[in-house]
């Protein structure tokens, strides 16, 4: 933990924008909400302690944020950057050290930044370091003012405060800073609302500070689309982009084959092994993890599950399920949770699993539905078989020995047990438990012949 470093992320608007009931940070980009993703970025850093200004629907995001180790810190009425900032006096009160500032809707920022911005901060002796980058089009951005040298930062004015020969700078502020404390506390006491806005501005400080002789310093990123915030649902989906391509980008680099990135979607959490080919319209959610030399898709769906190497699962959905190594799942197979495949299961087209484990070398080649049940090595599973496992009001097991056989269009009536080796005939519909090598036949299965010795 640093001592030395406290983060403030302000995150208290309605964010009117998204047209929504849901505060903006809580939006979800690539399955995780806004607001973690500033969290994941800041977290590295150690700090001694997180604040987090809320407002708006405030307790929807402490709700949400209930198990991370933040200090919650009201904002009542909304009257700027500034006032947000002023609420976390209280927090830290006996603090001396550097208060880093993130704004709550910029989820791009990467950990490399914000260590970038704190050592320039630190080595400059500076009073506000101030992350920036040059917009393509910079509207909407408070601009950058620099000193005549272009080293130190000398005023941040906003879009609507521009005097015409401001207009045409593309440096931008991020609403990323980092302040002395407590002096920044000491300063916003001199805020005022004399502006178009009418609200208490964060980057006065920067101003005043200025003016006073003291000195400030901006912190270029050079990807623009970094600091990018997001104000409506359009900025959302640019963001989503953005991320998406970071994330098949880095896997590509470790060795991933991703033979077509947009249509292909990788969560954050996701872990793949190299020499793994990823097809199109491929979907990865979670904490999924797949080993080498794995084929995923096209059109596959994995949710939390853990993927054996040499696999290949086709046109399929999979949520959180254990696949062992050289497994085949689909096409057009769905694997429901709880469910585990052992080494060299085979699971073919239009079959369902839920809640069950499949021993090593089984089969379940189509049209079959296997629910609550535990198979042994080298079973092979007809067509059309049923595992009958709900009677109306509880779920019952159905438990299956080793290199049983069961024919097409078989149901199997739980509670039940197979013994090793034993049969069903086509159509068959078991009742009652199967002792090993037996074969049994009909409606309901009968034996059809004697125990095998």
Not at 79 to 107: C, M, S, W
Not at 312 to 319: A, D
Not at 422 to 451: M, N, Q, Y
């Amino acid at each position: 933990m640093d001592k030395e470093l406290a983060v403030v992320i302000l995150a208290a608007g309605k964010g009117t924008r998204m047209k929504s009931k849901k505060p903006k940070v809580l939006h979800e980009l690539m399955g995780k909400p806004i607001i973690r993703y500033i969290l994941d970025a800041v977290s590295p850093l150690n700090p001694a302690l997180t604040g987090l200004v809320v407002g708006h629907n405030g307790e929807q995001v402490k709700k949400q944020l209930g198990d991370s180790p933040l200090v919650f810190i009201d904002q009542e009425q909304q009257l700027g950057t500034g006032h947000a900032l002023k609420q976390a006096r209280e927090a830290l009160v006996d603090f001396k050290g550097n208060l880093l500032v993130i704004y709550g809707d910029t989820p791009l920022l990467t950990t490399e930044s914000l260590e970038k911005l704190l050592e320039v901060h630190t080595e400059n002796n500076s009073w506000a370091t101030v992350l920036t980058t040059d917009m393509p089009d910079p509207h909407g951005y408070g601009r950058i003012i620099r000193s005549e040298n272009g080293e130190e930062l000398q005023a941040i004015v906003e879009q609507k405060d521009l005097e015409p020969s401001q207009q045409q700078i593309q440096e931008i502020n991020s609403g990323t800073y980092v302040f002395r404390c407590p002096e920044v506390f000491s300063i916003l006491e001199k805020l005022d609302t004399d502006n178009k806005q009418g609200e208490y501005y964060l980057t006065d400080i920067v101003h005043i500070w200025a003016q006073e002789g003291k000195k400030n310093y901006p912190v270029k990123v050079d990807d623009y689309q970094e600091v990018m915030g997001i104000n409506d649902r359009v900025d959302l989906s640019q963001a989503f982009e953005i991320l998406r391509g970071r994330i098949n980008r880095q896997h590509q680099l470790n060795g991933v084959t991703i033979e077509d990135p947009a249509n292909t979607y990788i969560e954050p959490g996701v872990k793949i092994a190299p020499d793994t080919v990823i097809r199109p319209g491929t979907i990865l959610e979670g904490n999924t993890e797949v080993g080498e030399n794995v084929v995923l898709g096209p059109d596959t769906t994995l949710i939390d599950t853990r993927v054996g190497r040499d696999s290949r699962i086709i046109k399929s959905h999979v949520n959180k399920t254990e696949i062992g190594p050289g497994c085949s799942v689909g096409p057009f197979a769905h694997i429901r949770p709880e469910t585990v495949l052992q080494k060299g299961v085979k699971i073919g087209d239009f079959v369902e699993v839920k809640k069950s484990t499949i021993g090593e070398g089984s089969k379940v080649p189509h049209l079959a539905y296997v629910g609550d049940a535990t198979l042994g090595p080298g079973c092979n599973i007809g067509a059309g078989t049923i595992f009958a496992n709900y009677d109306g009001q509880k779920k019952h097991h159905t438990h299956l020995g080793r290199e049983v056989f069961i024919g097409s269009n078989s149901t199997l009536v739980a509670p039940l047990r197979i013994g090793d080796r034993a049969r069903t005939g086509a159509g068959a519909v078991v009742t009652r438990d199967v002792e090993a090598g037996v074969t049994v036949v009909g409606v309901p299965a009968k034996p059809f012949s004697k125990k095998n010795k």
